[in-house]
């Protein structure tokens, strides 16, 4: 370990799907809070930079699983299936991947998750209903389902062992917003980085909910319930405005896809 990883306020953070997307972006982006990131995932990372550890591991490989927890003081969970699929491959990445997950946390004496929720959990709300972190799920999809269960999977962890977990709800975490839904859904990668390091720092968060979003015009998500985070949006997606000139109703009432709040996913499945 070079001097400058000496006294980093973490030790050891897990980074799963470190493949991925998101993964990807935070790669670099988290590195200042822990002597050394190991990152995992089932597809190839290349090779480890300075301060970083590579795993590639399936997370339904619960042996695998137990071992790619040991030594870890924090875990950023973004590994698993992220849009709908069929049951199967579902069911062994997010749901047993994440039963894997949270009984190797336990047994490495880990004592804080990052859980890379998702809007598809309460997809099936209207999007002129704002929500908080206390109104009901309404999955849209196998994938939302299976969100729902890694949320209550940290709720019973937290409840049975004293874990905490933060489940982020997030958005639509891209470069800008693809589409008029989210403008309202948009959550920047600036604005995740600070989510995620408030959910890190933050001195108790028991079991959180709270939804990954910048600071846009028309937003359908409320955070009051999850200030103990302390955070703050920086972007909007009001800079964005330009890319959808086009005055078409929205939300359209004969087209599930902008009525609901999980868009396109509401016609994606079920795929059993
Ligand atoms: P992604 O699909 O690009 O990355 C997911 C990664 O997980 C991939 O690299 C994949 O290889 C890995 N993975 C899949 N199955 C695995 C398994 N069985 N074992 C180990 N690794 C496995 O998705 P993205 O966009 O980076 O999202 C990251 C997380 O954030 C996902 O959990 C997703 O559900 C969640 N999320 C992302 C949103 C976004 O706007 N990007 C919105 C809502 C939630
Ligand atoms: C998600 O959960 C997906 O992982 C991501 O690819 C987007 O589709 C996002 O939701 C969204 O709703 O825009």
């Given at each position: ?20 997307g998101l993964?990807?972006v ?145 958005g639509s975490s891209f470069p800008e917003p693809a589409n008029k839904r989210m403008m309202s859904t948009w959550f920047s990668y600036d604005d995740l ?20 979003v910048s600071d846009n015009d ?17 972007d909007s997606s009001s800079k964005f405005a330009h890319l959808f000139p ?27």
């Open positions: 370990m070079t001097q400058a990883a000496k006294g980093k306020p973490f030790k050891r953070i897990l980074l799963t799907g470190a493949a991925g993964g990807k935070l790669r670099d982006r988290i590195k200042p809070w822990a002597e050394v990131v190991r990152l995992s995932d089932v597809a190839d990372m290349g090779e480890a930079r300075e301060g970083e550890e590579i795993v590639q591991c399936d997370l339904a490989d619960k042996e695998a699983v137990l071992k790619l927890l040991e030594g870890v003081d924090a875990v950023l969970h973004f590994g698993g299936i992220s849009t709908e699929k069929p049951f199967e491959p579902i069911m062994q990445a997010n749901i047993l991947g994440v039963a894997n997950l949270y009984e190797a946390l336990h047994k490495a004496g880990t004592r804080r998750v990052v859980f890379a929720s998702s809007n598809h959990a309460i997809g099936y709300h209207h999007v002129n209903t704002v929500l908080d972190a206390n109104s009901p799920t309404r999955p849209d999809s196998y994938y939302g389902l299976s969100k729902v269960f890694g949320e209550q999977m940290g709720r019973y962890y937290y409840d049975r062992f004293g874990i905490e977990t933060v489940c982020i709800r997030i980085v600070e989510m995620l390091r408030c959910s890190l720092f933050a001195p108790r968060v028991g079991h959180t909910i709270i939804y990954g028309s937003v359908w998500w409320d955070n009051r319930l999850a200030s103990h985070l302390g955070y703050k949006p920086k086009d005055t078409s109703e929205f939300p359209d009432k004969d087209d599930v896809t902008t009525t609901y709040q999980g868009g396109k996913f509401l016609l994606d499945g079920p795929q059993y």
